[in-house]
């Protein structure tokens, strides 16, 4: 399936930007509470995704790159969320949450990759960061397999975390 709204592609799945119409799907992805277990603040609630979706877009508009809606090309099924935000010392971290049923298959590292080679030739900077908990074993190998690179270890509100990065 070829769809003209699609940001960047890659085998599997394609990229948009978030809208309205992702809310309901949004929402169960945050809500989850197995999908949110290694976030320190845990679920978010639907006004606080109908503030992720602004401030996607936003993001998008002022700077090129944001958080986006992941599909699944040839079900059409809305995956999760994957995309860049920005993190303390003006740095860009890459993120990507998908929802159980679409766990194990390979997306994430699919879509960590195709996020990485899109922002090779659209986002200005010297490295894009990914952390997770150093509990969070499926994360941190879906960063290895993303060809990203071991930086540092840190702890920051009580929680250990590791941090990888890809040199653009």
């Known amino acids: 399936?070829?769809?003209k709204n699609f940001?960047?592609?890659?085998?599997?799945?394609?990229?948009?930007?978030?809208e309205e119409s992702h809310l309901e799907?949004?929402?169960?992805?945050?809500?989850?509470?197995?999908?949110?277990?290694?976030?320190?603040?845990?679920?978010?609630?639907?006004?606080?995704?109908q503030k992720r979706i602004k401030r996607?877009?936003?993001?998008?508009e002022e700077k090129g790159y944001c958080d986006f809606a992941v599909i699944h090309k040839q079900s059409e099924q809305f995956v999760g969320r994957a995309g860049f935000g920005d993190i303390e010392g003006g740095e860009i971290e890459v993120g990507y949450v998908?929802?159980?049923?679409f766990w194990g298959r390979g997306l994430a590292q699919e879509a960590l990759k195709?996020?990485?080679?899109w922002a090779q030739e659209s986002i200005q900077a010297k490295r894009i960061l990914a952390y997770a908990p150093v509990s969070h074993f499926a994360s941190i190998n879906v960063m290895k397999k993303g060809d990203m690179q071991y930086l540092?270890?840190?702890?920051?509100?009580?929680i250990d975390y590791v941090f990888y990065e890809y040199r653009l």
């Open 1 to 3: 399936m070829q769809e």
């Open 7 to 18: 940001i960047l592609q890659s085998r599997r799945l394609g990229f948009r930007l978030m």
């Open 25 to 49: 799907n949004l929402t169960a992805l945050d809500t989850n509470p197995e999908v949110r277990a290694y976030f320190p603040n845990g679920i978010s609630s639907q006004p606080e995704t």
């Open 56 to 60: 996607s877009r936003k993001s998008f």
């Open 98 to 101: 998908l929802l159980k049923e």
């Open 114 to 117: 195709a996020l990485l080679a």
């Open 152 to 158: 540092k270890s840190e702890k920051i509100r009580n």
